[in-house]
């Protein structure tokens, strides 16, 4: 099984990005997907998810209206449009794989720096 994310990188507050993550080894359209990051000395948060059919998503209060989470089960590929970015949004973001009830599968991690 392997998540890997991509996409990350230094960008000023109120740009953009777009992360990526690409999934192997598992039945990828039959899990629920999410992105989680963790701030330096934070700990980690849910950020957004999405349904295995991508019509169900949740945000967190934090990136609602500005991020947009999304998916396209036919290429295994997860993504996070990530726009109006701020300082505060400065973090490293998992990718992760949800059966059920339980976060089975995680992405090692793409560092992104919003700098003011």
């Known amino acids: 099984v392997q998540l890997q994310a991509s996409g990350g990188g230094l960008v000023q507050a109120g740009g953009s990005l777009r992360l990526s993550c690409t999934a192997s080894g598992f039945f990828f359209s039959r899990y629920h997907m999410g992105w989680f990051r963790q701030a330096l000395g934070k700990e980690r948060e849910f950020v957004a998810g999405i349904g295995d059919n991508g019509y169900r998503r949740d945000y967190a209060d934090s990136v609602k209206g500005r991020f947009t989470i999304s998916r396209d089960n036919a290429k295994n590929t997860l993504y996070l449009q990530m726009n109006s970015l701020k300082p505060e949004d400065t973090a490293v973001y998992y990718c992760?794989?949800?059966?059920?009830?339980?976060?089975?599968?995680w992405g090692q991690g793409t560092l992104v720096t919003v700098s003011s």
């Open positions: 992760a794989a949800k059966y059920v009830k339980q976060w089975n599968y």
